[in-house]
């Protein structure tokens, strides 16, 4: 087992990195879960644009929807999973460590 740091810059995921998959992430942290239609009014995105942006991040596992009939209509809320999470908070501490000054630069 090695007792190096780890480089936090391991944690940058260029799938998170994306603007407004950063930004559907940085809700849903929050939010826990959050309707699709609440999401993409947030975001101000269009269903379609929001729906890729999802599509992406369930396919590699970091965000799941849930479905379920509420006032007749059909509607899906997003939530991280934990492994969606986890990469968040990854790439949270790469994008700190790139703009946060080093010991080493002083």
Do not use: N
Not at 32 to 48: P, R
Not at 49 to 66: C, F, I, N, P, W
Not at 77 to 89: E, I, K, N, P
Request: charge should be positive; aromatic fraction near 4%.
């Amino acid at each position: 087992m090695s007792t190096e740091p780890r480089d936090p810059l391991d944690g940058f995921d260029t799938t998170i990195h994306a603007p407004h998959r950063l930004r559907v992430c940085a809700l849903l942290e929050t939010a826990g879960e959050a309707e699709f239609g609440l999401v993409q009014k947030k975001l101000d995105l269009s269903a379609s644009a929001l729906s890729k942006h999802v599509t992406v991040l369930m396919d590699v596992g970091y965000v799941e929807q849930r479905k379920a009939v509420r006032d007749t209509r059909q509607r899906v809320w997003l939530r991280l999973t934990r492994q969606g999470r986890a990469a968040y908070q990854g790439h949270l501490a790469a994008l700190r460590a790139i703009v946060e000054p080093s010991d080493a630069a002083h």
